[in-house]
């Protein structure tokens, strides 16, 4: 067996990780480039290689017993990007939900220094007791690792000038009270099937969006958001949907088999462009925006072909369906943006998918506005709320 050279040695890896999160934007403040670069990643995941724990991925660190992922670590460059969102000062108390390995409390608390305090609290005691012992091991014992349910928080330290939970279908009323007045929060939100990595500034009654970042974070165990249904056998194809919408699987049997229009915008992108703007536009109107899922055999056959097969936006009326898709160019590289639509209702629905594109191809690093209200909407909303457990929320363009 060959010895490792220098060059994959963890101290290089963890150099070489901070070099690579700043020249992708991932990092932009030497705060967050002081704290990634003096946290040691490996330590926190020790029976995983060095070179997988650097790299640019999510670590698993707990299988279920019939072996879905129940727990993993964030990638690096999503640890950072919410960092970055938080905004961290000297001296300043802060909440973390979802304690993980333990490695994000470990970077607040360098964020937040010697004046300040870090509380972490997870569900999971066998979690909070593993975090706490490499908490522990690695120097950083000032920090607060509890056990119980997220969505109480934790009001014995409150009130918390920063709050960053893991990802959630709501926010629920806890954190709000327990975050102080001008405070921060940041949290990937489930919202209308996609999630976001949003920062919201603590505004009285409301909280509003300054930040907003796709990510692929799942919401945490404890939320029962959304709903999800097969739309072919073999779960092929599958629909997610939030609990307050007017969606009944029942109406979408067959939907997939039925009468099929296709719909071109003439707008092009590239394969790697983001359909973010897209989604969040139909999540802003649509009373049925919602995600859709196809497995490699259902778009190879061409039975659902999603613009992205792991999740793209879709509409659903009563008993109809339609779903941005996109379709190669002859060069190769650019694909057309359209939609497919299915049911008696289809021309309608790729229609409104088709208006949400031209929409977005005016502006499309355009970023809406996300915020959160208390309480329940009523006739004096101005544009359509989607409702959050403890209250609901707006976007606007």
Not at 143 to 163: K, L
Not at 233 to 250: E, K, R, Y
Request: net charge negative.
């Amino acid at each position: 067996m060959s010895l490792p050279t220098r060059a994959s040695s963890p101290d290089d890896l963890h150099a070489a990780m901070v070099r690579r999160l700043t020249r992708s934007g991932k990092i932009l403040t030497g705060a967050v480039t002081e704290a990634m670069a003096a946290v040691p990643r490996h330590l926190f995941l020790p029976d995983t290689p060095p070179r997988v724990a650097y790299s640019e991925q999510d670590v698993t660190t707990r299988h279920a017993a019939d072996g879905p992922v129940l727990r993993w670590m964030s990638r690096p460059g999503t640890v950072a990007m919410m960092l970055e969102q938080l905004l961290v000062l000297p001296g300043q108390s802060i909440l973390e939900i979802g304690t993980g390995t333990g490695y994000t409390a470990a970077l607040l608390a360098h964020l937040t220094g010697d004046a300040g305090h870090v509380t972490t609290v997870d569900i999971d005691p066998d979690v909070t007791a593993t975090a706490r012992e490499t908490l522990t091991a690695t120097g950083h014992t000032a920090i607060t690792a509890t056990t119980g349910d997220g969505r109480h928080g934790h009001p014995d330290g409150a009130p918390y000038d920063r709050i960053i939970a893991a990802g959630t279908w709501d926010i629920p009323a806890a954190w709000w009270n327990q975050l102080a007045p001008r405070g921060r929060l940041v949290a990937p939100l489930r919202l209308r099937g996609a999630s976001y990595s949003i920062g919201f500034a603590h505004r009285g009654d409301r909280m509003v969006s300054d930040t907003l970042e796709p990510t692929d974070l799942t919401p945490m165990i404890g939320y029962q958001g959304e709903q999800t249904a097969p739309l072919h056998q073999d779960d092929l194809v599958t629909l997610a949907w939030d609990h307050d919408q007017p969606i009944t699987s029942a109406d979408l049997h067959e939907i997939l088999h039925r009468d099929r229009t296709v719909t071109t915008s003439g707008v092009t992108s590239l394969h790697s462009t983001p359909v973010d703007g897209i989604w969040l536009r139909l999540a802003a109107t649509e009373e049925g925006c919602c995600r859709i899922t196809a497995q490699p055999p259902a778009v190879t056959s061409q039975l659902c072909t999603p613009a992205i097969p792991l999740g793209s936006p879709a509409l659903v009326d009563a008993d109809s369906l339609a779903y941005l898709t996109r379709t190669r160019e002859p060069d190769g590289y650019s694909h057309v943006v359209g939609a497919i639509g299915h049911g008696p209702k289809r021309h309608q629905l790729t229609d409104r998918i088709i208006d949400a594109i031209h929409a977005w191809d005016t502006d499309r690093t355009a970023a809406p506005t996300i915020t959160l209200h208390r309480g329940s909407p009523d006739s004096t909303t101005p544009v359509r709320a989607i409702t959050k457990g403890d209250g609901y929320l707006t976007i606007t363009h």
